[in-house]
């Protein structure tokens, strides 16, 4: 017997086509419809294809793209932006260059130069946090970090703030060249940067980069 799915003219059934989804009514998997779609192929050679169900096939062909195609090639779309980059910019007037780390499970770091030297004044910790896709070639991420006075003859250091950052990367159409912008703020050691309430926060930084994806040869 067919299962019923969420979408109208979508079933299952376990004991057929390995319990791959359907066109109800029909023996038309909804992959292969969406595998002519990721081909090229156009829709009127589609149609054709079908033994001229024009009429049908429009209305399921639509259906296969809201549940399959729609979500692969957005799985497929978000890998693109996966991978390494090296940038150069400055932050605050700082000359640095940092580290982006895409992950594809929607991980994301970056590793600035200067984070664990004194030439801001203080040092901190990788910016860590995930990204989504915002746009066809434009993604933005949400990172935390740590920062601190560095340790002295005098002084041991300490954690001077909780920090949040906003990214902001535009890729090149080809995704080997990015332009990334940042922003953030630090709050007290005991301020949760994630919802700080009424607390004040300490400083603001902001920055621009622009750099390259690290390739394989």
């Known amino acids: 017997m067919f299962v019923s799915t969420q979408h109208l003219y979508i079933e299952k059934d376990p004991g057929k086509y390995e319990g791959k989804a359907v066109i109800k009514g029909t023996r038309i998997p909804v992959a292969s419809i969406v595998n002519h779609y990721r081909s090229g192929m156009s829709q009127k050679r589609r149609f054709l294809m079908k033994g001229g169900r024009l009429s049908w096939l429009f209305m399921f062909f639509s259906m296969a793209i809201i549940l399959m195609g729609v979500s ?17 910019g400055d932050e605050d007037g700082i000359p640095t260059p940092v580290i982006v780390q895409i992950g594809k499970d929607g991980s994301y770091t970056t590793v600035f130069g200067i984070q664990n030297t004194t030439l801001a004044g203080i040092v901190f910790t990788n910016d860590v946090g995930t990204w989504k896709r915002t746009g066809k070639n434009e993604l933005t991420a949400k990172t935390f970090s740590i920062s601190a006075l560095p340790p ?7 954690v001077v703030g909780n920090c949040i950052a906003d990214h902001v990367i535009t890729f090149s159409n080809n995704f080997q060249e990015i332009s990334l912008t940042v922003s953030g703020r630090c709050y007290a050691p005991d301020v949760n940067p994630v919802d700080p309430g009424d607390a004040p926060f300490v400083s603001e930084f902001s920055g621009s980069f622009q750099g390259k994806r690290l390739n394989i040869p």
Request: hydrophobic content about 25%.
């Open 152 to 158: 002295t003859e005098s002084s041991p250091g300490e």
């Open 72 to 88: 692969g090639q957005s799985e497929a779309a978000k890998n693109r932006f996966v991978g390494t980059y090296f940038t150069i």
